[in-house]
């Protein structure tokens, strides 16, 4: 039996197409709050011997955890990893684990040659991609001014080599001719999870926000397949759970833009969407990693 809940709430169980002990486990989580759960990703900045200065979760049976990242032991007695001197001098860079979890497909992408992250700031996506391969000529761009500020204060505190700071609209880059073999784009969006993180979000379930994130994620995009030069990479990600921003984006741009696929990323095989016939990734906050996420890596044939 579906549990009680709030019209908006049951209607993102009913939409996700959720059993019902799987939708009680959500509804629990968005109520409690309490899902967020820390990473540390060691910057370029931290010696490839560097071990973080406190005590962290052995993760060694999680598959899909992306390189040089740690998860900090939580508890009495433990202080907090933003408490220590490396953390202030840029040594690594804290997040929910679920954003690491976003950027697992990356596992399937071969170092790139030129890579944009149009939504970029505050940096953590291009954060995990230097921990995972050192960018080469990597543009991190942000078009919001004042998010732009901290996007480039946490590339220079952190160190990440070769990296161009823009705030572009995807439109001007769409215009600019510019071309890249990696493309991310972790796009605005209603951000359902982060009721999950005990963070207020008005209006966060209802159709008017849902609706209005899919079109301009679906904007985002159309601009972006355009800077894709041949075989090119397309991560694309959100904090959000409705299908509408994310199996369905995912789908209309497999529909109008020829020559783009899905590309399958084993080590998420366990997570992948039941909405979707292509390979789609759905982390759930009752997963254990975070307070969860969406992602899919789409490859643009050659
Ligand atoms: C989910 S956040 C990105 C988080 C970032 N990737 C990270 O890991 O730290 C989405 C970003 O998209 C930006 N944004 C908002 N509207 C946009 C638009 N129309 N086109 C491109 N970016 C937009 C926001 O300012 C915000 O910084």
């Not at 059993?19 to 309490?34: C, P, W």
């Not at 560097?50 to 060694?60: I, L, R």
């Not at 041949?230 to 509408?244: F, I, K, N, Q, R």
Request: glycine share 8%.
């Amino acid at each position: 039996m579906m549990p009680d809940g709030s019209h908006g709430e049951l209607r993102l169980c009913q939409r996700l197409a959720l059993d019902d002990a799987e939708a009680r486990a959500l509804l629990e989580a968005m109520r409690a709050g309490s899902s967020s759960r820390s990473a540390v990703v060691l910057t370029p900045k931290a010696p490839p011997d560097y071990v973080p200065p406190f005590p962290c979760e052995d993760m060694s049976a999680v598959s899909w955890l992306p390189p040089r990242v740690f998860v900090p032991q939580a508890g009495k007695g433990i202080s907090r990893p933003t408490a220590y001197e490396d953390y202030r001098n840029g040594l690594y860079y804290m997040l929910d684990l679920s954003s690491c979890w976003e950027s697992a497909a990356l596992a399937q992408v071969s170092p790139p040659a030129r890579s944009l992250d149009l939504c970029a700031a505050p940096g953590g996506k291009s954060m995990l991609m230097a921990a995972r391969y050192l960018p080469q000529n990597h543009t991190a761009n942000e078009v919001n001014a004042a998010r732009r500020g901290i996007l480039r204060q946490n590339m220079e505190l952190c160190g990440v080599p070769d990296v161009t700071v823009t705030g572009l609209r995807p439109d001007q880059w769409a215009a600019s001719g510019e071309r890249f073999d990696l493309l991310l784009v972790d796009a605005p969006c209603s951000g359902q999870s982060l009721l999950c993180k005990g963070i207020r979000n008005p209006g966060c379930l209802g159709s008017a926000m849902v609706n209005g994130n899919a079109k301009r994620q679906k904007g985002i995009l159309l601009a972006a397949v355009q800077c894709a030069d041949p075989g090119a990479h397309l991560l694309y990600s959100t904090c959000t759970y409705d299908p509408d921003e994310n199996e369905k984006v995912m789908a209309y741009i497999l529909r109008r833009v020829p020559g783009w696929e899905a590309v399958e990323v084993p080590s998420l095989a366990s997570f992948r969407s039941r909405l979707a016939d292509f390979a789609a990734y759905r982390l759930y906050p009752h997963h254990g990693f975070g307070a969860g996420g969406f992602c899919c890596l789409l490859r643009k044939n050659d």
